[in-house]
């Protein structure tokens, strides 16, 4: 895609830190470094989000995300944890619409990340629960 940002990194148009290439994906530093190491693991393919992905295309990026992580975490004694996160949609706070994967070394409570999880346990019923099971599993693909 002319104008995305991702597209320009992955034809190196635009530099990047990058710590791994194949034929498949591209990993390379986010420029904001939430922690030190914050690695995006880039499909070279251009998919917008999650459910523009097919079988193969997944597979071929996402076996490659726990290979990335060793590496990630031996590169330095003090990660002690990581978070990997995958945004989709505005909403769900995506910018760049080229799927990546976040990589986020932890290094302590006190580091520059934080989520919140809401604890809605308890709110539904287990029929609501099982309504709501059945609508997602009429449109799961074999
Ligand atoms: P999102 O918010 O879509 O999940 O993540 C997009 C990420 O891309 C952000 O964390 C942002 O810092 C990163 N990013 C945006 N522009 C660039 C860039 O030009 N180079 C690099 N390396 N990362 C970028
Ligand atoms: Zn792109």
Same mark, same amino acid.
């Given at each position: 895609m002319d104008d995305c940002i991702f597209c320009k990194i992955i034809n190196n148009e635009i530099p990047s830190t990058t710590i791994y290439e194949d034929d498949?994906?591209?990993a390379f530093f986010d420029i904001s470094q939430v922690t030190p190491g914050h690695t995006l693991v880039?499909?070279?393919k251009h998919v917008q989000d999650i459910f523009a992905y097919d079988e193969d295309l997944a597979e071929r990026v996402f076996?490659?995300?726990p290979m990335i992580a060793r590496a990630i975490k031996a590169s330095n004694p003090d990660i002690i944890g990581m978070n990997?996160?995958?945004n989709? =949609?505005?909403i769900a706070y995506q910018s760049v619409m080229h799927s990546h994967?976040? &990589?986020v070394p932890r290094y302590s409570k006190d580091d520059d990340f934080s989520m919140h999880w809401g604890d809605n346990? =308890? &709110?539904v019923d287990n029929e609501q629960l099982q309504a709501r099971a059945d609508k997602i599993k009429?449109? &799961?693909e074999d």
């Open positions: 498949d994906i591209k880039v499909p070279k076996k490659k995300v990997i996160c995958q989709n =949609g505005e994967i976040h &990589l346990t =308890g &709110l009429q449109h &799961l």
